[in-house]
């Protein structure tokens, strides 16, 4: 009597093939194999076929998605110092990649309208954002494809040219405080001298954020011991942050 075999004959799944340096595709990108992402990145950041708008999504998705666990990091920072280390990339070129990877998914369906590509200039992706805040949709993405990164850096900031030097020329004189020749802010007499030193602290730093086209947030704290241990921590991670830019 024979055995009957019960093998499958119907259709596989194809094998996923490892290709060679000349072959490597840049799909990896858009993978869901974290594996298979991690060796993308690290492939095309030895120059197989390096497509910046590609690292930058593959390394977004790292960190979003929390691929770096299942890569045996804790934090995405560790993952990226691993790449560093084994590819000897910079840290901060890393960092800029995703910066362009999040603004290239987070507008992806305008800019595949447009057909943006790495050809038009991935670093513009990063002032994106802040473009769309200042400009018309239809009149950012024609730009973003049109203009030079300079070009277009300049261009997202908006027409801040007379803030710039009216806010330059903030100042207090006595019981004012002025922008220029104008007067903005008055205190009263009976004001007492540390809340009155408090609230030019406020004003001055705003001032200081709007010639330099910046944001300011306002934080609230129990106590100044809080305040203190708030601000140690604020000044290490805003250094990490631009030093991604």
């Given at each position: 009597m024979n055995t009957i075999k019960n093998d499958y004959d119907g259709p596989t799944k194809p094998v996923r093939v490892i290709k060679s340096p000349r072959q490597f595709s840049l799909d990896f990108a858009y993978s869901e194999d974290p594996a298979e992402v991690d060796a993308g990145i690290k492939e095309a950041i030895k120059g197989v076929k390096l497509s910046i708008m590609a690292m930058g999504i593959a390394l977004y998705r790292v960190d979003v998605a929390g691929y770096f666990i299942d890569l045996g990091f804790k934090k995405f920072g560790e993952y990226i110092d691993h790449l560093t280390e084994e590819t000897g990339m910079a840290r901060s070129s890393l960092y800029n990649w995703e910066y362009i990877g999040e603004a290239y998914i987070t507008y992806r369906s305008e800019l595949d309208k447009i057909g943006f590509s790495d050809d038009d200039g991935p670093t513009k992706l990063p002032f994106l954002p802040r473009a769309l805040e200042n400009h018309t949709k239809q009149a950012v993405f024609r730009n973003i494809k049109d203009m030079s990164k300079r070009e277009f850096e300049e261009w997202s900031r908006g027409n801040i040219?007379?803030?710039?030097?009216?806010?330059?020329?903030?100042?207090?004189?006595?019981?004012?405080?002025?922008?220029?020749?104008?007067?903005?802010?008055?205190?009263?007499?009976?004001?007492?001298?540390?809340?009155?030193?408090?609230?030019?602290?406020?004003?001055?730093?705003?001032?200081?954020?709007?010639?330099?086209?910046?944001?300011?947030?306002?934080?609230?704290?129990?106590?100044?011991?809080?305040?203190?241990?708030?601000?140690?921590i604020y000044s290490r991670e805003l250094k990490v942050m631009r030093s991604r830019k």
């Open positions: 040219g007379q803030n710039d030097k009216k806010y330059k020329n903030v100042k207090i004189k006595g019981n004012n405080l002025f922008a220029g020749s104008a007067p903005l802010v008055s205190f009263a007499d009976g004001v007492s001298p540390r809340d009155r030193r408090y609230y030019e602290t406020l004003l001055m730093e705003g001032a200081e954020a709007l010639a330099q086209n910046e944001y300011l947030g306002t934080y609230r704290f129990y106590d100044e011991l809080e305040k203190r241990r708030f601000d140690k």
